[in-house]
């Protein structure tokens, strides 16, 4: 499987002078885009299976696809309970 293209921007709350709180929020989009971008090459993968005929195998990607899925709108859910919180 290729790599995401997404790089990983590292961000210190000492050299952006951003708050804890702020950093993991940064920290958890990161994640979210990476499942999301995960998720699209696996359905794009699973496309090029099906036009070769490979079903199983394309099967296998998107299922691996939904599971990056889930994981990233788990990850969606998390940060919008950590925004909530640190509003309060």
């Known amino acids: 499987m290729a790599k995401p293209i997404l790089k990983k921007v590292n ?10 709180e702020t950093k993991k929020s940064v920290d958890l989009n ?5 499942h999301f971008e995960m998720a699209g090459k696996l359905h794009t993968e699973a ?3 099906h036009e070769t005929g490979d079903h199983t195998k394309a099967l296998h990607s998107s299922l ?3 599971g990056h899925a889930h994981q990233a709108i788990d990850i969606q859910k998390a ?4 925004q909530a919180k640190v509003g309060e």
């Open 47 to 49: 496309d090029k299976f």
């Open 79 to 82: 940060d919008a309970k950590h």
């Open 64 to 66: 691996l696809a939904s």
């Open 11 to 20: 961000v210190s709350a000492k050299a952006v002078k951003i708050s804890p």
């Open 30 to 34: 990161q994640k979210a885009a990476y």
